[in-house]
């Protein structure tokens, strides 16, 4: 059986000058975890929060238990530069940081914002067993660009801490809320489940109570839903019903 459905509503669609109460409420809906979206400009073209900020909205959510558990902060990172940054998003309270795999190709292994030295290339392997070590758990993510072939050899590595714990398959693309689902995206996640029944499959962009069937039956339980939550009339709802749609593929059964 796949792993426990996992709701993480994303707050890039509350109201940026009431955050904390978005996390308490979205927490008091009965989420999972917290899906936040850091933006940069370069990656994506779209600015969102940074780390102070998620610093700030810790104070309003208790640490999960557990790795994974009630609580955790996923922080979906659609930055240039995802090493140069994880030890500061680890200082203020990140538990789950998703990287894109476009990103951590395309630059170096510096570690430190200020660092101008270092030329080593960064690789998804080596970034990952540096958020283990940092404490963290490690998420990957592509765009709809990117064919799931380059996740096999990273899902597949030899030394468990360089495997991640989650992969993020984008539904839209990323940088803004509010945009339409992509059904040709969950081939990937087919093929995914297919080899991996244990992993953490999150998709994210267009999940809604119309579109949420589609993605559980391909074998996704990591659902993050944005407009859907924070626009609807009785967001209780509509976390229930996302819920409800990955237990339902789970159990193979009628709820
Ligand atoms: O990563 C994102 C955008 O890049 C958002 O998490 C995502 O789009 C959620 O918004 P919605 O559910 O409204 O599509």
């Known amino acids: 059986m796949s792993p426990p459905a996992i709701i993480n509503p994303s707050v890039l669609s509350a109201d940026f000058a009431e955050l904390g109460k978005a996390c308490r409420d979205a927490m008091d809906w009965k989420s999972d975890w917290l899906h936040l979206d850091v933006m940069d400009g370069h990656f994506v073209p779209n600015m969102t929060f940074g780390a102070p900020v998620i610093g700030k909205l810790r104070k309003h959510v208790d ?33 789950m940081y998703c ?109 809604a109570e119309g579109t949420i069937d589609q993605a559980a039956e391909a074998g996704a339980n990591v659902i993050v839903a944005g407009s859907a939550v924070f626009g609807a009339k009785d967001p209780a709802h509509v976390i229930q019903v996302l819920r409800d749609a990955v237990d339902k593929r789970r159990g193979g059964e009628k709820l």
């Open 99 to 207: 990287f894109h795999y476009e990103a951590a190709v395309t630059s170096v292994g510096a570690k430190d914002p200020a660092d101008t030295q270092t030329t080593e290339k960064c690789t998804p392997k080596n970034l990952i067993r540096y958020i283990h070590e940092l404490g963290m758990q490690a998420g990957i993510a592509i765009k709809p660009k990117t064919g799931v072939d380059v996740l096999w050899d990273i899902l597949a590595a030899e030394d468990e801490k360089e495997r991640p714990d989650m992969v993020l398959i984008m539904t839209v693309e990323p940088g803004f809320g509010g945009q339409k689902f992509m059904a040709s995206e969950l081939h990937k996640v087919t093929a995914l489940r297919e080899k991996y029944p244990n992993l953490n499959i999150e998709v994210d962009g267009g999940l």
């Open 63 to 95: 640490r999960p238990k557990e790795a994974g558990g009630l609580g955790t902060f996923d922080c979906h990172m659609m930055i240039a530069e995802p090493m140069r940054w994880a030890s500061i998003f680890r200082d203020a309270g990140v538990d």
